[in-house]
T-cell receptor
Framework: GESVGLHLPTLSVQEGDNSIINCAYS??????FIWYKQESGKGPQFIID?????DKRQGQRVTVLLNKTVKHLSLQIAATQPGDSAVYFC??????????FGAGTRLFVKA | DAGVIQSPRHEVTEMGQEVTLRCKPI?????LFWYRQTMMRGLELLIY????????DSGMPEDRFSAKMPNASFSTLKIQPSEPRDSAVYFC?????????????FGDGTRLSIL
């Protein structure tokens, strides 16, 4: 029979442009949020995190924005490069050990 | 610094065989997680250890799956007997603390194929 898998949202951007990857989280009690990058054949790699007492945090070429009112998280990548092509996961934690991962967004960077 | 190390990277075996996956967490991390990733279901938590003690194994699919952590630097995930539906990529992750305020660090996974 036909297999049905997760259909990941896909974002395609031109090299050098900025990328914005969005994520809606589910639990209003979540207070810790993480973005991961997963390249083909590798495990998810930590990019940046943010706690609920903040609404913005910046790293090297990346910025995470948190809007608790609408339970929305975004990852902004400045000057996107071919090496940024990967699947990006948002994750949330409401205390305790269980971190809930989103389904992921696939980013394609066109040279 | 060495990250989380998993072995083997790839495993192909026939159904019915026993499969053992291995993980060495990052030194000093006291939490260890086993995940399974498939196209159908995404990333699923199988079991969580804290200070070498299994805390939650509610994600383990069935009794064919078992996991151990005999010491702070080693964990195994065993499937016996294996079935084709167990084919997936299995990840081990570790963190400092239980994950509520520290990110998990993942190994590069074991790609398991059961024929």
């Amino acid at each position: 029979g036909e297999s049905v898998g997760l259909h990941l949202p896909t974002l395609s951007v031109q090299e050098g442009d900025n990328s914005i990857i969005n994520c809606a989280y589910s639990n209003s009690a979540s207070d810790y949020f993480i973005w991961y990058k997963q390249e083909s054949g590798k495990g998810p790699q930590f990019i940046i995190d943010i706690r609920s007492n903040m609404d913005k945090r910046q790293g090297q070429r990346v910025t995470v924005l948190l809007n608790k009112t609408v339970k929305h998280l975004s990852l902004q990548i400045a000057a996107t490069q071919p090496g940024d092509s990967a699947v990006y996961f948002c994750a949330e934690n409401s205390g305790g050990f269980k971190t809930i991962f989103g389904a992921g967004t696939r980013l394609f960077v066109k040279a | 610094d060495a990250g989380v190390i998993q072995s083997p990277r790839h495993e192909v075996t026939e159904m019915g065989q026993e499969v053992t996956l291995r993980c060495k967490p990052i030194s000093g991390h006291n939490s260890l997680f086993w995940y399974r990733q498939t196209m159908m279901r995404g990333l699923e938590l199988l079991i969580y250890f804290n200070n070498n003690v299994p805390i939650d194994d509610s994600g383990m699919p069935e009794d064919r799956f078992s996991a151990k952590m005999p010491n702070a630097s080693f964990s195994t995930l065993k499937i016996q007997p294996s079935e084709p539906r167990d084919s997936a990529v299995y990840f081990c992750a570790s963190s400092l603390g239980q994950g509520s305020n520290q990110p998990q660090h993942f190994g590069d996974g074991t790609r398991l194929s059961i024929l």
